[in-house]
């Protein structure tokens, strides 16, 4: 893997994502490699195809500098704004135990006296070493990305990410510390809407770590992202038929159903509007 140190330019970026109103990206690039990974289009800004995705981590070094004076046009010390990390790498990939990018853009926060919001989003059980960073922040949610409860699955598309049942002790870790947390429940895999015995164990599972928020993504098969993605997994014929079909109406009607079955049963709140998020284009 290409690792390479860099001077950025700018670190608080304003976000056009629901329930973020700025988003830090302490690294370009993302060392898990998700093979259905939307960031992948990121490559291109750094000259990069996007099969090269997975392959090379961006550090930049002046990220917590960079903050240090961005915060500087926050009024009433930024109040009612949401900060998200991060939004197209991972905050707690491998290279952040070198670097502490992460942490350190957290210090600096805390130091300004940030009174907003801090939102994380990582697949990385590294992020317990910050929990007494968490601890001293006055609003703060905490996610882990969830996609099935097996580790076989969240090794074959998540390739170089923490395993899934280690997310899951990192929930349960953050909720004894008595940080919010919610999940990630995202992309939705197709093969959920034959199986929602399947889809009950993400829940039951999340409900037994103490997790009771959760933000839900359908899969978004925009060109780009299917193309590395089939060319990566080499599907059957018969999974990428189950692939193809996540794209109608009844298996979105299907999967919805059980969601809100789901939600009920568990008791949970579905974050970001109260929907699953959905991506309508298929062609793009
Ligand atoms: S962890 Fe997130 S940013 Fe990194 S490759 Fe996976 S989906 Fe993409």
Same mark, same amino acid.
């Given at each position: 893997?290409?690792?390479?140190?860099?001077? +950025?330019?700018?670190?608080?970026?304003?976000?056009?994502?629901p329930d973020s109103d700025f988003v830090i990206n302490p690294y370009t690039?993302?060392?898990?490699?998700?093979?259905?990974?939307?960031?992948?289009?990121?490559?291109?800004?750094?000259?990069?195809?996007?099969?090269?995705?997975?392959?090379?981590?961006?550090?930049?070094?002046?990220?917590?500098?960079?903050?240090? !004076? /961005?915060?500087?046009?926050?009024?009433?010390?930024?109040?009612?704004?949401? &900060? #998200?990390?991060?939004?197209?790498?991972?905050?707690?990939?491998?290279?952040?135990?070198?670097?502490?990018?992460?942490?350190?853009?957290?210090?600096?926060?805390?130091?300004?006296?940030?009174?907003?919001?801090? +939102?994380?989003?990582?697949?990385?059980?590294?992020?317990?070493?910050? &929990?007494?960073?968490?601890?001293?922040?006055?609003? &703060? +949610?905490?996610?882990?990305?969830?996609?099935?409860? /097996? /580790?076989?699955?969240?090794?074959?598309?998540?390739?170089?990410?923490?395993?899934?049942? @280690?997310?899951?002790?990192?929930?349960?870790? #953050?909720?004894?510390?008595?940080?919010?947390?919610?999940?990630?429940?995202?992309?939705?895999?197709?093969?959920?809407?034959?199986?929602? @015995?399947?889809?009950?164990?993400?829940?039951?599972? =999340?409900?037994?770590?103490?997790?009771?928020?959760?933000?839900?993504?359908?899969?978004?098969?925009?060109?780009?992202?299917?193309?590395? =993605?089939?060319? @990566?997994?080499?599907?059957?014929?018969?999974?990428?038929?189950?692939?193809?079909?996540?794209?109608?109406?009844?298996?979105?009607?299907?999967?919805?159903?059980?969601?809100?079955? =789901?939600?009920?049963?568990?008791?949970? !709140?579905? #974050?970001?509007?109260?929907?699953? &998020?959905?991506?309508? /284009?298929?062609?793009?």
């Amino acid at each position: 893997m290409e690792l390479k140190e860099i001077l +950025s330019k700018s670190i608080l970026v304003p976000s056009k994502l629901p329930d973020s109103d700025f988003v830090i990206n302490p690294y370009t690039g993302c060392s898990f490699g998700c093979s259905y990974c939307y960031a992948s289009f990121m490559s291109r800004y750094v000259e990069k195809e996007i099969d090269d995705w997975g392959n090379f981590v961006f550090v930049k070094k002046n990220a917590p500098e960079l903050l240090q !004076k /961005d915060l500087k046009r926050f009024k009433n010390f930024g109040e009612g704004k949401i &900060i #998200l990390f991060s939004s197209v790498t991972d905050p707690y990939q491998g290279v952040e135990n070198k670097y502490q990018l992460t942490r350190k853009c957290l210090e600096v926060l805390l130091d300004f006296g940030f009174l907003g919001e801090v +939102s994380i989003l990582t697949k990385s059980s590294l992020i317990i070493r910050d &929990i007494d960073l968490f601890a001293k922040f006055k609003h &703060i +949610s905490v996610g882990l990305t969830i996609t099935s409860v /097996d /580790d076989e699955i969240s090794k074959f598309f998540e390739k170089f990410a923490p395993k899934v049942s @280690e997310r899951f002790l990192a929930l349960e870790k #953050l909720n004894s510390a008595e940080i919010d947390t919610y999940a990630f429940f995202g992309p939705i895999l197709p093969h959920f809407a034959s199986s929602p @015995e399947k889809m009950e164990e993400v829940f039951m599972r =999340l409900s037994k770590v103490g997790t009771k928020k959760l933000y839900i993504e359908h899969i978004n098969l925009s060109n780009y992202i299917r193309n590395r =993605l089939f060319a @990566e997994t080499n599907f059957s014929q018969e999974i990428l038929k189950t692939f193809y079909e996540s794209k109608t109406k009844n298996y979105r009607s299907k999967i919805d159903k059980f969601l809100v079955d =789901l939600v009920k049963k568990y008791d949970m !709140k579905i #974050l970001g509007g109260g929907k699953a &998020i959905y991506h309508k /284009d298929f062609n793009n």
